[in-house]
């Protein structure tokens, strides 16, 4: 069964810490996006991987294929930052076309 | 601004009313979908629309009625809903539809309320 596992599903932080959203999933992918949503409901596209890792600012997104794992790191988070942030992955099998999402991690950044 | 602007953004409908969402892209893509997002639920796909041809219909109830007049604009029409279908609605787009490559541009959401 193809599934997207994300944890936590709650983080609260204090301004300035490193904060790591862990993305598992369950069969092989052809890519894996990272997204952002906030309050207001409106997604944002972080990241697009299919390997290795991506920087842009303050957010690096890691995977690694042969464990089925994904990270998303926020370096001196702020409250800005607060938001849900969702994984989402194509896999190779099955509804291959379609997007699988997670449930999505709520990040909380406190000042 | 992400290029893809929906409205309304609220919208309060009893069971028996007939309301329609709208979606309009300006990034030039060719694909637009409508995704439903219930409390505490992943993203789920409703439709898929590539070159203005419907391509996924991920077994919506016909209270749904989706149309795409061209490229750039997509339609919800909604109709007889149950309160169950309270939820946000977001529209997204993308170069091509869903192949692994082409990134998804979401709207900000229309949130539905079935009273």
């Known amino acids: 069964k193809n599934e997207v596992e994300q944890s936590p599903q709650n983080l609260t932080a204090q301004e300035g810490e490193f904060i790591t959203i862990n993305c598992s999933y369950s069969?092989?992918?052809?890519?894996l996006h990272w997204l952002q949503q906030h309050p207001g409901g409106g997604i944002v596209s972080l990241f697009m991987l299919s390997s290795g890792k991506k920087k842009h600012g303050r957010l690096i997104a890691t995977i690694n294929i042969q464990e089925k794992h994904s990270s998303l790191h926020i370096t001196a988070s702020h409250p800005r930052d607060s938001a849900v942030y969702i994984c989402?992955?194509?896999?190779?099998?099955?509804?291959?076309?379609?997007?699988?999402f997670g449930s999505g991690t709520q990040l909380t950044v406190l000042p | 601004e992400t290029g893809v602007t929906q409205t309304p953004r609220h919208l309060v409908m009893g069971m028996t009313n007939k309301k329609s969402l709208k979606c309009e892209q300006h990034l030039g893509h060719n694909a637009m979908y409508w995704y439903k997002q219930s409390a505490k639920k992943p993203l789920e796909l409703m439709f898929v629309?590539?070159?203005?041809?419907?391509?996924e219909n991920n077994s919506v109830p016909s209270r749904f009625s989706p149309e795409c007049p061209n490229s750039s604009h997509l339609f919800l029409h909604l109709h007889t809903l149950q309160p169950e279908d309270s939820a946000l609605y977001l529209c997204?787009?993308?170069?091509?539809?869903?192949?692994?490559?082409?990134?998804?541009?979401f709207g900000n959401g229309t949130r539905l309320t079935v009273t």
């Open positions: 989402a992955v194509r896999f190779r099998s099955g509804s291959a076309r379609q997007l699988t």
């Open positions: 997204a787009s993308s170069q091509v539809a869903q192949t692994y490559n082409s990134p998804l541009h």
């Open positions: 069969v092989g992918i052809s890519a």
């Open positions: 629309y590539n070159f203005k041809e419907q391509t």
